[in-house]
């Protein structure tokens, strides 16, 4: 179990892809598109499919803090296992 949780990916470093890509989303909502194409990858894109793309970043995003939140409580869990 503790190799697994190793090998696994820290809490803090969910948490950071978490916060990075809330980040890009308000970006995204900042910029818009630009002549109806994605101001990141420049696909050309309807508004409403934009929006819905920023939505789905933003679940994503609250998927990768709960990950942090579980990661966190096992690698608590881990370094008491390995105290005792």
């Known amino acids: 179990a503790v190799s697994a949780l190793a090998a ?8 950071t892809q978490a916060q990075q890509l809330e980040n890009l989303v308000e970006l995204g909502r900042q910029l818009g598109l630009r002549d109806g194409h994605c ?5 050309g894109i309807s508004h409403d499919d934009f929006s819905h793309g920023l ?6 995003a609250r998927g990768l803090d ?11 869990e881990r370094d008491a296992a390995l105290r005792e």
């Open 39 to 43: 101001p990141l990858c420049a696909s």
């Open 66 to 76: 709960t990950r942090a939140v579980e990661q966190a409580q096992k690698e608590r």
């Open 8 to 15: 696994a990916p820290q809490a803090t470093d969910l948490s």
């Open 55 to 60: 939505d789905q970043a933003l679940n994503i």
